[in-house]
DNA sequence: GGAGCACGGTGAACGCTGTTTGCTTACAGT
DNA sequence: ACTGTAAGCAAACAGCGTTCACCGTGCTCC
């Protein structure tokens, strides 16, 4: 047996600091199991630490408070959202813009399905942890939409759809995408108001679209959703001037 | 002092039965205001009790659980949202059909707006108490539902849109389209596939619209969604042939 | 190589929670 | 007036988040 030198992987870390990062991997591994088995209110530090043959104390070294824990799981889970959706984005050819939102789009809701529990913590209501922006969630948070951007502005160079004017917007609207544009990066010569009240209306479409699937409120009424999904998606994308093709 | 008789009011209620009923009342009053104060989790049946000069297993005689005063609470919430979109709908004049729609609408979002944490129970994510449909929430949930039906059959009735036919749908969400008729009581040949599947489309649009304000998803980039949500109204309305008045 | 120190982890404790069980008290109906 | 029923209470069990004092190990620095 030899002893084990410095990898290069894990850089600028110190063997401490590997085993601290790997626990505190395994006590939200565990975390999001619980979460997704009973819920947001089944996570609890003590069966954690339980699980793991600790006491509840001791994971007061790797997050300060209960809440702690889940706000780091959000900002977690908004990148593995995230890469979900950019992975679905990236399997097409760049030029295929119409394949990519597509493929975007269909890969958020499949990852919300396939997390209902955490998609709730990500875009439910705000809990007592509504300090959910904290902690790197809001720069996740960032990032996913961001993907969004990415590939509405695509959509806006090729002029794919007509934009409406200010004439259209009520100006009290307009004060509000003015500053929604401002607080997202976008310059105003960027992107106009009226492109940003479509990209709104497109994602409040598709918000409200998961949303309902992933809550189970027409569950009693329309067992399957993905047909309705996929009936709303050519007529979402019409109004961005992108085709629709079936899965 | 004279002996009090039986009074006609709760006709049918002995004494004992309406002091019941009145600290269940009371009960579920508190409770409330604990939920819009410190959300779902701080609603707690010792702190109830404590507030109300009882210990806690005495709420027992009155809820099976803590799980079983919220069903109650949001079967409450539902009627209360009922009541306060009829009486915006029946606030017009029984002809002005467009006008009681986006009354109605209107009164929808006001309500949720004013009373978040209840919207959350309504029509958040089910939570550990997954049986939110029990103990008449259903049923509730059923009633708040039909007033957008009969609005809606109004519609159809008057032929104020273009109905989609069964070719432009597609097979599986026929399927789904006609269970979701079936099972809220449309025959199938009162309402079409296509009649059904533009009313899911408003609702979802509506629902997108009003969960991502109350639970304020879009609160850091823009501070008040009034505009856009009045922005948005006509856009839905347009595609059921009502038109947009001003508030 | 040995001293010192920071860190990971423990046990006990505080105060809170839902829920069950047995008991007492007060009221209602006959 | 008597009796049965229902309301409410005290105690207890099990679990929770969180804090505190304490201990041992492993790392670092001299």
């Not at 290069?8 to 939200?28: C, D, G, H």
């Not at 007592?128 to 951007?149: C, D």
């Not at 009290?172 to 209306?201: D, H, I, K, P």
């Not at 309902?212 to 979402?236: C, G, K, N, R, T």
Request: glycine letters at 6%.
């Amino acid at each position: 047996m030899h002893v084990e030198e410095d990898k290069p992987t894990a850089a600028a870390l110190s063997r401490r600091e590997r085993v601290r990062e790997a626990t505190a991997q395994e006590i939200k591994q565990i975390a999001r199991r619980h979460l997704v088995e009973q819920g947001p209110p089944g996570v609890s530090l003590r069966a954690i630490a339980r699980e793991m043959g600790m006491t509840a104390p001791g994971l007061y070294r790797y997050f300060n408070s209960l809440d702690d824990l889940l706000s780091s799981l959000t900002a977690d889970f908004f990148t593995e959202l995230t890469e979900s959706v950019q992975a679905a984005d990236q399997s097409l050819p760049e030029d295929d813009v119409d394949g990519r939102i597509l493929a975007s789009l269909r890969a958020f809701r499949t990852w919300a399905l396939a997390n209902r529990a955490e998609f709730a913590l990500l875009f439910g209501p705000p809990g007592p942890h509504q300090r959910r922006h904290e902690g790197g969630a809001l720069e996740a948070g960032q990032r996913f939409a961001a993907i969004f951007f990415a590939l509405f502005d695509r959509l806006l160079q090729e002029r794919r759809f007509e934009v409406p004017g200010d004439a259209e917007l009520s100006p009290v609207l307009c004060r509000q995408l003015e500053a929604f544009a401002e607080q997202t990066g976008f310059t105003t010569e960027n992107v106009s108001n009226g492109a940003m009240r479509v990209l709104t209306s497109c994602w409040v479409r598709l918000y409200g679209l998961v949303c309902m699937e992933v809550f189970q409120h027409l569950s009693f009424v329309m067992a399957d959703m993905e047909p309705l999904f996929e009936a709303e998606l050519p007529d979402i994308l019409r109004t961005v001037g992108v085709s629709y093709r079936a899965p």
